[in-house]
């Protein structure tokens, strides 16, 4: 079966569904479950489409339009995959100032997708941000947890060989 962050599937492999169970679960008798089951159950799914939402409705006895209109008011919650490196272009004010929409337009160019997606193969997704609090090294990139500052536009093809290992 296909890894459902890459996909977008509608079903579950069967160590989420372990997890997912794993989860309801451990918050079934907890008051105010949801943003934490939330966040539990997209740690395994990667994201929340809406199968999962409406698993999680079903499972903690809360109406879909609830938990929907939790998923889409808080930005960490994602209704679309992310990739395994999720890469996020600062378009905060010294970023732009510095060059970031070049940036952002190479980093496109290079990952072959558009603010919002998913590479194919699940491996990059692509994001933009207004400020990760880096703006001595603007224009700045981050790769999941890592930081890539000083870039210019001619740096970026480069910038995700050492992720596609």
């Given at each position: 079966m ?8 509608t079903q ?24 934490p ?89 692509l ?10 090294l ?14 210019r ?13």
């Amino acid at each position: 079966m296909a890894d459902i962050r890459a996909c977008g599937g509608t079903q579950g492999t069967p160590e989420q569904e372990r997890r997912f169970a794993e989860i309801i679960e451990k918050y079934k008798d907890t008051q105010g479950e949801l943003i934490p089951v939330l966040h539990e159950v997209q740690e395994v799914y990667g994201y929340l489409p809406f199968f999962v939402q409406k698993k999680i409705g079903e499972a903690l006895g809360i109406p879909m339009a609830e938990v929907y209109g939790v998923v889409t008011f808080y930005t960490q919650f994602s209704l679309k995959p992310k990739g395994k490196f999720r890469v996020s272009v600062c378009m905060g004010t010294a970023c732009y100032v510095k060059g970031s929409q070049e940036v952002m337009l190479m980093v496109k160019e290079a990952l072959g997708i558009d603010v919002g997606e998913c590479s194919e193969d699940g491996l990059f997704s692509l994001d933009s941000c207004r400020c990760i609090g880096a703006c001595g090294l603007a224009p700045v990139v981050m790769v999941n947890d890592d930081v890539h500052g000083k870039l210019r536009a001619e740096d970026i093809k480069g910038l995700f060989s050492k992720y596609r290992m």
